[in-house]
């Protein structure tokens, strides 16, 4: 998780658990303990970009869609 001092704006990083530890909810976990630092720093917002409906099922709403491009030089 990232604060974002000024907009009082957490980032969180996407979660991920390894196969043998799925489905036992220990992302949701990491992810509502992330929301509850924020909150207890003064964040009034939190966001994380990922297309997983596991977001959507802990309360976060989708804002918008973004399309990120590479480029090897």
Sequence with gaps: ?????VNL??????????????????????VLEALKRGRSLGAEK?????????YKSLGFQQHSHYTFYWHNI
């Design 9 to 30: 704006i957490i980032y969180v990083e996407p979660v991920c658990t390894i196969p043998e530890y799925r489905q036992k909810g220990l992302g949701k976990a990491v």
């Design 46 to 54: 939190a966001y994380v970009i990922s297309d997983s409906s596991s």
């Design 1 to 5: 998780m990232w604060l974002e001092v």
